[in-house]
């Protein structure tokens, strides 16, 4: 079964500067789906941003954009220009293509300093 | 449009005893999904369903039971409840069109087993 591993469970960036979260998986496909989700304390699940596998392109929504590394398996989240509002658990997910099996890794919970 | 709704919100069952969570969603989705949180180990997939009828195990599937009961509903039950399920419980459905895949989350059910 696939595992997606998150090694900060922790970090923490001064507002309006630059974070990068790590995100790494373990897969034999080639056609997959990742994703991040943000959980702020409220508890909702909000999706950040998602990745084609197929895709070479990183994929960029307004302040966040990924480095998708395939041969290395990577799938680090960048947020540019931090805000309080950021603060949250941030979560990198993975969509197998053969099926609709999804599988989280543990979190890093993002703290945002004024 | 209410999304994906959860009831319960909050439950304390003793041990030994038995509880059906429901969630139900409005959106069209065909596929729905059973999670738990636990603190450091993220969200854990405990079963799925692609679609209406079919059901499958995830990640964490021992000592649940689930029922696609139609395309709208997807339940989650306890038969015999243990402490090792208190846990917080996620529904989710997955928007298939256009290949986004992306999930949409209910609000969550708090489950503390005694």
């Known amino acids: 079964a696939q595992t997606v591993t998150q090694s900060q469970p922790e970090m923490s960036v001064q507002e309006a500067e630059t974070v990068t979260l790590s995100c790494t998986y373990d897969?034999?496909?080639?056609?997959?789906?990742l994703f991040w989700y943000k959980q702020p304390p409220s508890r909702q699940m909000i999706l950040v941003i998602r990745q084609e596998a197929y895709k070479q392109q990183n994929a960029t929504e307004n302040r966040f954009s990924v480095n998708f590394q395939k041969a290395a398996k990577s799938f680090s989240l960048k947020i540019s220009d931090s805000q309080l509002g950021d603060a949250a658990m941030y979560f990198c997910a993975y969509r197998s293509p053969n099926n609709n099996d999804m599988r989280f890794g543990a979190g890093t919970r993002l703290t945002v300093k004024p | 449009n209410a999304g994906v709704t959860q009831t319960p919100k909050f439950q304390v069952l003793k041990t030994g005893q038995s509880m059906t969570l429901q969630c139900a969603q409005d959106?069209?989705?065909?596929?729905m999904y059973w999670y738990r949180q636990d603190p450091g180990m993220g969200l854990r997939l405990i079963y799925y369903?692609?679609?209406?009828?079919?059901?499958d195990k995830g990640e964490v599937p021992n000592g649940y039971n689930v029922s696609r009961l139609n395309k709208r509903e997807f339940s989650l039950r306890l038969e015999s409840a243990a402490p090792s399920q208190t846990s917080v419980y996620f529904c989710a459905s997955m928007r298939e069109r256009g290949y986004s895949y992306e999930q949409y989350f209910g609000p969550g059910t708090r489950l503390t087993v005694t």
């Open positions: 959106m069209n989705h065909n596929s």
């Open positions: 897969t034999s496909e080639s056609d997959y789906y």
């Open positions: 369903s692609a679609s209406e009828g079919t059901t």
